[in-house]
């Protein structure tokens, strides 16, 4: 009953650190995303993944990379932190686009 | 794109009251519609969906609305209870656009 498990789930980044975020689905989902949630804004979509081996730029994929070498994995990578990369980040998988994306618990990022 | 939305941003109601949540898109094109509910520091849950061959839909205490004509939906929930107080997203997907767009959420507040 895992279904969508986010590594780590807090994280603070000094401005110019790097780190990776792990996201891991056991559903044998094709497709999965990553978000990003600020206040009063919604999720806003950052890349996504039809499947093992492809990634897809979302609406807002700038200082981000992601790679989906595994079905069941999904990393979002920061190369260089900034500020403005301080946000919940959430990654989500489903069957079909048009199926129920099932999410994980969040990671709280702060860049300082 | 698609653009989706909510009309207000926060919403309170008396326990055992219905909630009406509502929602407007841009995309006519669009065809397929999620409802999610999320609690604080939780993801979002999936709740209910509908596709644009449909104009209602009934869950267990939730009934999901489609008005294509005026491009809006609408989440009601029967006999609220302290348990749904939450921001609730609609999200939306359609035309060339596979990936679902969020709209900003409605945080609804039961009121004892």
């Known amino acids: 009953n895992a279904g969508v498990t986010q590594t780590p789930k807090f994280r603070v980044l000094k401005t110019g650190q790097s780190m990776t975020l792990l996201c891991a689905q056991d559903m044998n989902h094709e497709y999965m995303y990553w978000y990003r949630q600020d206040p009063g804004m919604g999720l806003r979509l950052i890349h996504y993944s039809v499947g093992e081996g492809t990634t897809a730029k979302g609406e807002v994929p700038d200082g981000y990379n992601v790679s989906r070498l595994k079905k069941q994995n999904f990393l979002l990578g920061l190369e260089s932190a900034a500020p403005s990369q301080t946000s919940v980040y959430f990654c989500?998988?489903?069957?079909?686009?048009?199926?129920?994306?099932?999410f994980g618990q969040g990671t709280r990022l702060t860049v300082v | 794109g698609e653009s989706v939305g909510l009309h207000l941003p926060t919403l309170s109601v008396q326990e055992g009251d219905n909630s009406i949540i509502n929602c407007a898109y841009s995309n006519s094109a669009s065809d397929y519609f999620i409802w999610y509910k999320q609690e604080s520091g939780k993801g979002p849950q999936f709740i209910i969906d509908i596709r644009s061959n449909m104009d209602k839909r009934q869950g267990q205490r939730v009934t999901v609305l489609l008005n294509k004509t005026v491009k809006h939906l609408s989440l009601q929930i029967a006999a609220t209870q302290p348990g749904d107080s939450a921001v609730y997203f609609c999200a939306g997907l359609g035309g060339s656009a596979r990936q679902l767009t969020f709209g900003s959420g409605t945080q609804l507040t039961v009121l004892p």
């Open positions: 989500a998988s489903s069957y079909l686009p048009t199926t129920e994306a099932f």
